[in-house]
């Protein structure tokens, strides 16, 4: 069947430090992926997303690089900040049925 | 341009009540799915809403129904609650033009069963 899995968290980082989060995942044909972040206490935003094999998407300094190949899609920054602590989602949607299956989340805490 | 609303915030109900949420999607938007968020977990896929006809459904009971109005508004109604319905419930709204893969998420409804 369809899965995502994401790195366990929490994970905790000095601000300006180099942040990934790694995201594979399980799904039959060429799904859409994405990372969404909820920010404490927020409903679920959408960060970015990529909807075919080597595409990257990038937002507010997030970058990720669909890897079909690996069936990866894993989350970066150069330099994250302390606003960006928050829980961050990745998920996949198979284009026959646009349901999203999450992975379980990781918890981001920046730490000044 | 406003975007996803759902009411109520909160809620507190007890086991063998019956809940309704609402949800009004983005506009220009006319597909509404509805996921269910445990604490400390990832969402679960609870059903999705096109053309007023439930569409998709995941993996849950007869006792998580919905409706979509004309207006593409939509809501889900659980009956006969138990403890384990206690959760913040997301609806999200996205466009058949648009994309429907892309989906934009309420700020969510959050369920105490007691």
């Known amino acids: 069947g369809n899965s995502v899995t994401q790195m366990e968290g929490p994970v905790t980082l000095s601000e300006e430090a180099f942040l990934t989060i790694n995201c594979t995942y399980t799904?039959?044909?060429?799904?859409?992926l994405f990372w969404y972040v909820q920010y404490p206490g927020e409903g679920l935003q959408l960060l970015l997303k990529a909807t075919k094999a080597d595409d990257k998407g990038s937002n507010k300094g997030f970058e990720a690089t669909y890897r079909k190949e690996t069936t990866s899609f894993h989350l970066e920054k150069g330099s994250v900040q302390v606003s960006d602590s928050a829980v961050y989602f990745c998920?996949?949607?198979?284009?026959?049925?646009?349901?999203?299956?999450w992975g379980a989340g990781t918890k981001l805490i920046i730490k000044p | 341009d406003a975007g996803v609303t759902q009411s109520p915030t909160h809620l507190i109900k007890t086991r063998g009540q019956q809940v309704t949420l609402r949800c009004s999607p983005k506009?220009?938007?006319?597909?509404v799915s509805w996921y269910q968020q445990a604490l400390g977990q990832g969402p679960q896929f609870i059903f999705q809403?096109?053309?007023?006809?439930?569409?998709q459904r995941g993996n849950f009971p007869d006792r998580f129904s919905g409706h979509q109005f004309p207006n593409y508004s939509s809501e889900l109604n659980v009956n006969a609650l138990l403890l384990g319905d206690s959760a913040l419930y997301l609806c999200?709204?996205?466009?058949?033009?648009?994309?429907?893969?892309?989906?934009?998420f309420g700020p969510g409804t959050r369920l105490l069963v007691l």
């Open positions: 799904a039959t044909g060429y799904p859409s």
């Open positions: 999200a709204s996205s466009s058949t033009t648009g994309g429907r893969e892309t989906q934009y």
């Open positions: 506009s220009g938007h006319d597909t």
């Open positions: 998920a996949l949607s198979r284009n026959s049925n646009y349901q999203l299956i």
């Open positions: 809403y096109y053309e007023e006809e439930e569409r």
